[in-house]
């Protein structure tokens, strides 16, 4: 009777650790978003520690959505808002000029004003976003001034 007892804590303990391994496994995955690669900068951001200032001016018409959160007052709702909305211009752009290569397709942000159609952005957001932004409209004098 003895022995049996002890096979089953054993038993009992080793389905314990498994469990507790596996949910371990499971709440790192769901901590995790499969869509957005952890970046560094992103990590110490929401920590506090790193300094969340754009060091360099962003195109809107080429960045991915996790870059655009770099600028200021853009979250990541925004930021797929503006990468959904380019997307959608360009395959609108490609459907009329089917025998245009796609390296032909115009911007779809050429001045700031244009990112004016995007939820969420209004005058006073886009007065703090211009700095940070770099569009075709830009001078190339303009960017070596910076």
């Not at 952890?38 to 951001?45: A, N, T």
């Amino acid at each position: 009777m003895a022995r049996e007892s002890s096979s089953n804590q054993l038993w009992l303990l080793s389905c314990l650790i498994a469990c507790l391994a596996l949910g371990g496994v499971l709440a790192v995955t769901l901590l995790q978003r499969a869509d957005a690669p952890i970046l560094l900068d992103e990590s110490l951001r929401r920590a506090g520690l790193a300094n969340t200032r754009v060091e360099s001016r962003i195109d809107p018409n080429t960045a991915e959505w996790y870059d655009l959160t770099r600028l200021p007052r853009v979250g990541e709702g925004m930021a797929r808002s503006i990468v959904a909305y380019r997307q959608a211009r360009t395959l609108e752009w490609r459907s009329t000029h089917p025998d245009a290569p796609p390296s032909e397709a115009p911007a779809v942000f050429r001045a700031a004003e244009d990112l004016l159609v995007i939820r969420g952005i209004g005058p006073k957001t886009l007065e703090r976003l211009r700095p940070h932004l770099l569009l075709p409209t830009d001078a190339p004098t303009s960017r070596a001034t910076r």
